[in-house]
Nanobody
Framework: QVQLVESGGGSVQAGGSLKLSCAAP????????MDWYRQAPGKEQLLIGW???????WYADSVKGRATISLDRARNTLYLQMNTLKTEDTAVYFC?????WGQGIQVTVTS
């Protein structure tokens, strides 16, 4: 397995925006569907969106219209842009590809 590396988390006020990044090796980036999950305190880990290397995307209802997933193939990096953040978006966010996972990154949305 290969470790994916997330970055860009932190604390933001409700209504604000945040962009998470996930760096992956080229072979994984070009062959696997790239997923974003999150796990809120005391809750199960949930899939919130994914993008295939052919740029097909899917979003969970909880983030649809507020989240945009994108790929930078030159940098082998996956992004999650989150806008109009809500306190309920507070969670640890993970990227995943095939059986490979990132370490998770905290996003805290304050009111």
């Amino acid at each position: 397995q290969v470790q994916l590396v997330e970055s860009g988390g932190g604390s933001v006020q409700a209504g604000g925006s945040l962009k998470l990044s996930c760096a992956a090796p080229r072979d994984i980036f070009s062959s696997c569907r790239m997923d974003w999950y999150r796990q809120a305190p005391g809750k199960e880990q949930l899939l919130i969106g994914w993008m295939h290397w052919q740029r097909t995307a899917w979003y969970a209802d909880s983030v649809k219209g507020r989240a945009t997933i994108s790929l930078d193939r030159a940098r082998n990096t996956l992004y999650l842009q989150m806008n109009t953040l809500k306190t309920e978006d507070t969670a640890v966010y993970f990227c995943a590809a095939c059986t490979n996972w990132g370490q998770g990154i905290q996003v805290t949305v304050t009111s």
